[in-house]
Structure formats: structure tokens, C-alpha cells
């Protein structure tokens, strides 16, 4: 078999969602190269990886991104020339052949859309036809074990780890997704559930994504756990993760508004600053007695903007949490609502 290599040249900050993207457009492994998110392994005290100051020194401060898709099913031949081939991508939820024109203008299209909130970086550098023995197992030297918190793991399929006791394993490849837990707007999110979370609780993953978030919640205890996400094709690779790490979650297309329940006690939206801003005054509406929000993917220059949707839609501050250029924010409702 044959894959297409669609290499970018992005940036931290947009190095989550372009790799949710592209593992929702059907990408069946995703590489990413990123110093920040290599220093932050090489600095858990937990990972057992070691670099000298030559290696990390000469990291490249791009984030390069390689997304593979795969050719037609084996026993169909191939041509060399990528544009007389076509290739796999998801569509309406379900894998599909089209031509490799038509996956680009799909990935064109989605980064044009980020670009107008996120520097993306130069973004697409074009795709070229590899072999699958060319990285069928060299990419996978760029994923390791992540410890998000002290009992919250994230871990490749492929690799043994042996939990200690207490420790929680949440299962996530490249190909959904993985790779995006050290990203600093999941990171904050995932702390918070670990610490606030109560067994039983009714919780909410507004833009779920690739499903990491509501997968925690779940496996943490909540009591039911509701995954929404206005992209369908991410609520696809959604409900494989959610399959793969085998907990209950109620997945579907939708805003806020679809929400299924009329109160959550928490609510989780890692998404950006504006979107945050545009719901803030539909959320106390939709929080239980005691109920939280955590908001986060909010970069720091837009951080009043949101502040100032919270206070005017009736929500406390209780907490706030910064890390490098991104911030969360721990609300709930303000005293006497």
C-alpha cells in the first residue's frame, strides 16, 4: 500500500486543531515535530527520555506536521504521480475515495478558516507518495507516555505501560488525534477535571474534538458525559476513541443549544476566545446549583474580552490559570443567581 504525505509547516498554537483536523479528515497517522510539546516530556520528571542541551538547542522552531492518507485498498496499483491517484478521506462520518484535488481543497479550506483567528504558520507544504514501510514505524518514535497529572495518562496503543496503582490510562493514537494532551489549552483542562470533578457528576465537553476531554470525565467517574462538536467529522473519530478507551459517552453534532440535558455540573469548552465570549451568556442558564465552566483555549490577548463576557453574563472568576501564551478560567455563578 501507498500513502500521500500532506506535510505543513505550522505553529504551537495551531498545532491542536490542525492535527484534529486532519486526523478527523481521515489522516490514518499524523507526525507532529514540536519543540515545545518535546520539552515538556523531556521535563516531566516521570518520562524517562533524556537530551542533552545540543539536541534541545537545535529544535527546530517550526512545528512540522505530517498527515498520511492512505491510497486505494491493496491490490489496486498506484501511480507515482499524486495527481493521477486518488485517496482515502472521511466524508459525512464515513471513509470514502476522492481525488487527491478535492482532499486538498478540503484542507485548503479548513486552514483559511483558522487563519482568521490562530497563526497557523505558513501552513500546506504540498504531499508527496511514500511507501508503507517508510513510516509505517518510524513516526511512532515521536509519541511517548504522557502524564497530564498524577494519576491522569495518556498513552499510545502500541506501547506497554504499566500503571501504578491509582493511575488512570486513557489510549489515543496519532491517527485520532494523539499528541494534542500536552498542548497547553488541553493540559489546563484536564488538571481541572482531575482536581474538580466529582464522582456522579453530569458533564458536558462543548467542541469535544478528538474526545480527550470526555474520555477523562468518564473515566474519572462522572456520572453521565455529554461530547459535542459542531464538526461532524470530529465527532466520528470522537466515538472511536471513546470505543477504544470503552467508556459510555453520548457523541453528537451540534452547538450548545443541542445540548440534551437542561443542567450539567461542568461544563468543559476548550475552544477559542470568540466562540467562549458568544456563549458565555448561555451558560448559568445551563449549570446545576454549584455547577463549573472551565474555559479554555483562550490566548492571552484576548483573555479580557472573555473576562468581561463572564462577569456580564452573571459568572465568577473562581480561578485562573496560565500557561506560556494560553489561559483558562474556572467560572461559576456569581453569588445570589
Not at 506536521?65 to 459525512?92: C, H, K, M
Not at 504558520?121 to 513510516?135: S, T
Not at 499510545?156 to 504499566?162: A, C, F, T
Not at 488512570?168 to 488541553?186: K, M, N, Q, W, Y
Amino acid at each position: 500500500m501507498h500513502y500521500l504525505a500532506f506535510h505543513f509547516a505550522s505553529t504551537h498554537e495551531a498545532s491542536e486543531l490542525l492535527t484534529d483536523t486532519l486526523s478527523a479528515l481521515g489522516a490514518d497517522g499524523v507526525q507532529v515535530q514540536d519543540a515545545a510539546e518535546i520539552k515538556a516530556i523531556l521535563a516531566d520528571p516521570k518520562n524517562l527520555s533524556y537530551a542533552d542541551d545540543d539536541f534541545i538547542n537545535q529544535l527546530d522552531p517550526v512545528v512540522r506536521i505530517v498527515a498520511y492518507f492512505a491510497a486505494f485498498p491493496e491490490g489496486v496499483r498506484v501511480n507515482r504521480d499524486p495527481d493521477q491517484a486518488s485517496w482515502t478521506l472521511y466524508d459525512n462520518s464515513e471513509k470514502i475515495i476522492v481525488p487527491l484535488s478535492q482532499l486538498e481543497e478540503q484542507i485548503r479550506v479548513r486552514l483559511q478558516s483558522f487563519s482568521a483567528f490562530l497563526d497557523i504558520g505558513d501552513g500546506y507544504q504540498g504531499c508527496l507518495v511514500v511507501k508503507e514501510e517508510d513510516w509505517a514505524e518510524n513516526w511512532k518514535r515521536y509519541y511517548n507516555t504522557l502524564h497530564l497529572t498524577d494519576r491522569l495518562v495518556i498513552n499510545p496503543s502500541w506501547l506497554d505501560y504499566q500503571p501504578v496503582p491509582g493511575e488512570i490510562v486513557i489510549t489515543l493514537d496519532p491517527g485520532s488525534a494523539f499528541g494534542t494532551g500536552t498542548h497547553e489549552t488541553t493540559a489546563l483542562c484536564a488538571r481541572w477535571l482531575d482536581e474538580k470533578l466529582r464522582p456522579g457528576d453530569h458533564v458536558l465537553d462543548l467542541g469535544c474534538g478528538s474526545g480527550i476531554l470526555a474520555i477523562i470525565a468518564a473515566r474519572l467517574g462522572a456520572g453521565s458525559v455529554e461530547a459535542i462538536d459542531i464538526d461532524a467529522l470530529a465527532v466520528s473519530v470522537a466515538k472511536a476513541n471513546c470505543q477504544l478507551n470503552q467508556v459510555a459517552v453520548m457523541v453528537h453534532s451540534g452547538e450548545l443549544k443541542d445540548a440534551a440535558r437542561p443542567r450539567y455540573d461542568l461544563i468543559v469548552a476548550n475552544i477559542i476566545a470568540d466562540v467562549i465570549v458568544a456563549i458565555a451568556g448561555d451558560i448559568p442558564s445551563l449549570l446545576a446549583p454549584g455547577g463549573l465552566f472551565i474555559a479554555s483555549g483562550i490566548i492571552r490577548d484576548k483573555l479580557p474580552a472573555v473576562e468581561a463576557a463572564a462577569e456580564q453574563a452573571g459568572l465568577s472568576i473562581l480561578e485562573k490559570r496560565i500557561q506560556n501564551d494560553w489561559c483558562a478560567l474556572l467560572l461559576g455563578k456569581a453569588k445570589g443567581d
